[in-house]
């Protein structure tokens, strides 16, 4: 029985050690990351320095080419966005990086699914997981899963199938960005089946929460806050859009809606699926976007 007792507090041990191994060793390959999404997020959290920063999905992520708005605003731009993520991201992300510096301006692109829509919203920590150990983000995760306050104190947890991409992103460079931008240069090689979006009151509290939490960060920083719709494929309606209507009518938060902008929603050789643009498209909108609103955006930065 001794022994049996023994052999179970010798492998807690080794199970432990090899814990705080692997989370030290993932603190390392976070900060040090050369390329990809854990670079961007180290890059967010601890040397974002520049006026704009732009937040969102991957609608944000793949829609605006900063180098196209800071030529033609004369300030710089950072394209923070990351794929699949939504408010609850963002406002980590927003919490990270505000205690080094405060940008001027946020553009925040809005997808409701990821916005206000009721979902799984544990998927939203994921880049947030990388950062944990460094930045003061632990009532993010209670909030959305109280037993993540618990699983976080796992180093291995944290990085979970991550490790690999680390040391990859370590030692190759992957998924370069453009200022965070990606480019895209596939081109829609098919007619994809487009359902036009249904009002829904289907929200979730917990978004709808961390919207209001990201608009007083803002304010309370002196942050002038956008919120912004990019343009989606043959899309005539944007019923789906109403609630962040309403919530930016109710907030005096500026809302630039491009969701249904013709000539650019009808031309297939600006996507490479029903909702995403490649770079030709993302291009061609970004100069849109920042020329129609040059005035608007100048005038936020005084």
Known sequence: MKKYIAKIFIFFVIMVSLDVVVGVLSDYLVTNAKSGATQKSEYICEKTKEDILIFGSSRAVYHYNPLIIQDSLNMTCYNCGHEGCGIITAYGLLRALYKHYTPKIILYEVTPKYDCIEGDNTSFLGPLKLIYSKSDIEDIFENVSYNEKFKMKSGMYRVNSKFIQLVTENVMNRNPTIQGFLSEDRHM???PKIVAPEKTENYDSLKVSYLNKFVELCRSNGISLV???????????????????RFAEKNNIPFINYYCYKPITENKEFFYDGVHMNKTGADEYTKVFVSENKDFLMSLNK
Do not use: G
């Open 189 to 191: 090689n098919f007619e």
């Open 227 to 245: 919120f912004m719709v990019s343009p989606s494929y043959k899309m005539t309606s944007d019923a789906e859009l109403e609630y962040m209507m």
